[in-house]
C-alpha cells in the first residue's frame, strides 16, 4: 500500500465510524507510519495500529473496507503491539471527524519509532523486507551519531531487561554500515558489549 491508499483507508474508517457514531483514536506505525509523515519509504504491506476503543468494531469496519477496495482483510492490524512502550510519544497526524465521529490519527515521533524498529530488528523476513533500511532514515531524521546514542535512545523507552543481545549487535552493525558508507571506513565485525 502507498501512501495515497493508506490515506483512503482511513479516510473511509472515518467515515464509516461516522455513520455509526463512533470516534476512535488510533496509532500508525511501522511502515504506513513512514509513508504517510517522512516519505523515504513509499509503501508497505499493511497499516499497523493501535486503538483506543472498541477493536472489535475497528477491525470489522476495515473487514467492510477490504471488501471494498479489493484488499487483504488484514491491511490493517493491530500486530505491533508487542512492540509498544509505554513511554512512546505520539503526534496527531490528522483528523477524519465529522458531525457524528471518526477517528484521530496518531504517529509515533521519529525517535519512538525508531526506537521501536530497533526492537523489531527484522533481517529476515520472508518477503525479503528487513528494517535495516527504516532504521538507517530514522537515525539521519533524528541525529544520532553514533552506537551509544543510539543505545541510549533505545533504553530511553524500552527497560534494559526487555533489550536483546540481538538488538545491542544489530545496532553496531546497522551503525557501523552508516559509518562505512559516509566514510569508507572499514565495517567492524566485533561484536558489541552486552554489559549495559
Request: one cysteine or more; proline letters at 4%; charged letters at 30%.
Amino acid at each position: 500500500m502507498d501512501r495515497d491508499e493508506i490515506e483512503k483507508g482511513l479516510k473511509r474508517l472515518g467515515e464509516l465510524a461516522n455513520e455509526d457514531g463512533v470516534t476512535i483514536d488510533l496509532a500508525v506505525y511501522g511502515g504506513s507510519a513512514i509513508a504517510l509523515r517522512w516519505e523515504f519509504r513509499r509503501a508497505t504491506r499493511d497499516v499497523d495500529i493501535i486503538m483506543s476503543g472498541d477493536a472489535a468494531y475497528v477491525h470489522q469496519v476495515a473487514r467492510k473496507i477490504a471488501e471494498e477496495q479489493g484488499w487483504p482483510a488484514d491491511w490493517i492490524n493491530d500486530a505491533v503491539k508487542g512492540f509498544a512502550s509505554r513511554q512512546g510519544q505520539h503526534e496527531l497526524y490528522k483528523e477524519y471527524l465529522h458531525e457524528n465521529g471518526g477517528i484521530r490519527v496518531f504517529i509515533p515521533t521519529a525517535s519512538y519509532l525508531l526506537a521501536m524498529k530497533c526492537m523489531a530488528m527484522r533481517i529476515d523476513e520472508p518477503d525479503g523486507k528487513t528494517d535495516v533500511d527504516d532504521i538507517k532514515s530514522l537515525i539521519a531524521e533524528v541525529g544520532i551519531r553514533g552506537k551509544d546514542e543510539l543505545y541510549d535512545l533505545v533504553e530511553s523507552y524500552y527497560p534494559k531487561d526487555q533489550i536483546s543481545p540481538k538488538v545491542y549487535y544489530g545496532i553496531e552493525q546497522i551503525v557501523n554500515e552508516i559509518s562505512h558508507e559516509k566514510n569508507g571506513n572499514p565495517i567492524s565485525k566485533k561484536p558489541p558489549s552486552l554489559s549495559r
